[in-house]
């Protein structure tokens, strides 16, 4: 089973930046996408950025020009810079991943991991 691990998360001021990581593990798929969902309180679970193996990008329009995803590097690992983060940001991130980023995007991804929490305060 590919399990997913999340590290970066906290507490910033809006303006400021965070860079969320991602590792996959046990990986059956020799090329896989990967990407970021987040959900702030109250509102749905929304998809935020993210990678084919190919290195294709795509990004929400409320993040495009901000945050920026990493290719998938060699050790499974993938990084979202969050950068001039705003109060609209907070929420519980997400990474997920499956073998297209089409999938990805729907939310239909077969692999998530726990969640982290990135608090935006003005």
């Known amino acids: 089973q590919v399990q997913l691990e999340e590290s970066g998360g906290g507490s910033v001021q809006a303006g400021g930046s965070l860079r969320l990581s991602c590792t996959a593990s046990g990986r059956q798929f020799n090329r896989y996408a990967m990407g970021w969902f987040r959900q702030a309180p109250g509102n749905e679970r929304e998809f935020v950025a993210g990678?084919?193996?190919?290195?294709?990008?795509q990004y929400a329009d409320s993040v495009t020009g901000r945050f920026t995803i990493s290719e998938i590097n060699a050790q499974n690992t993938v990084y979202l810079e969050m950068n001039r983060l705003n109060l609209a940001d907070t929420g519980v991130y997400y990474c997920?991943?499956?073998?297209?980023?089409?999938?990805?995007?729907?939310?239909?991804?077969?692999?998530w991991g726990q969640g982290i929490q990135v608090t935006v305060s003005s």
């Open positions: 997920t991943s499956d073998l297209m980023l089409r999938t990805v995007m729907t939310g239909e991804s077969a692999y």
């Open positions: 990678v084919t193996w190919h290195g294709i990008k």
